[in-house]
């Protein structure tokens, strides 16, 4: 079994900044990319960030320059790094891991549960 486990969120101040993270544990035989998403109020779910196994990020432009994303592969976790936050950017944040596990043939994605992020004014 493969869990996503995300952590970090909260309340925090418009201007501030925070990371939350993503750890994938369990029967994991092999990572690829690990995602961010954000469903915020009155809108659909939407990609924010991704980081490739090389390292390389994706940011929806909406965010770039002010989020970023990074990964630790020792331990499997994915980290979103926002800074400057505003009002908008409230939402719950998602992380999607692409992996497979040691069970599998193949890549499944999986989700983590959500995380409440409120950024106040």
């Known amino acids: 079994q493969v869990q996503l486990v995300e952590s970090g969120g909260g309340l925090v101040q418009a201007g501030r900044s925070l990371t939350i993270s993503c750890a994938a544990s369990?029967?994991?035989?092999?990572?690829?990319?690990m995602e961010w998403h954000r469903q915020t109020p009155g809108n659909q779910r939407e990609f924010v960030a991704r980081i490739d196994t090389g390292h390389s990020q994706d940011i929806v432009p909406s965010v770039k320059g002010r989020f970023a994303v990074s990964r630790d592969d020792a331990t499997n976790t994915v980290y979103l790094h926002m800074n400057d936050l505003n009002v908008q950017d409230t939402g719950v944040y998602f992380c999607?891991?692409?992996?497979?596990?040691?069970?599998?043939?193949?890549?499944?994605?999986?989700w983590g549960q959500g995380m409440q992020v409120t950024v106040s004014s």
């Open positions: 999607r891991v692409s992996l497979r596990s040691g069970s599998d043939f193949s890549y499944r994605d999986y």
């Open positions: 369990g029967n994991i035989a092999s990572v690829n990319d």
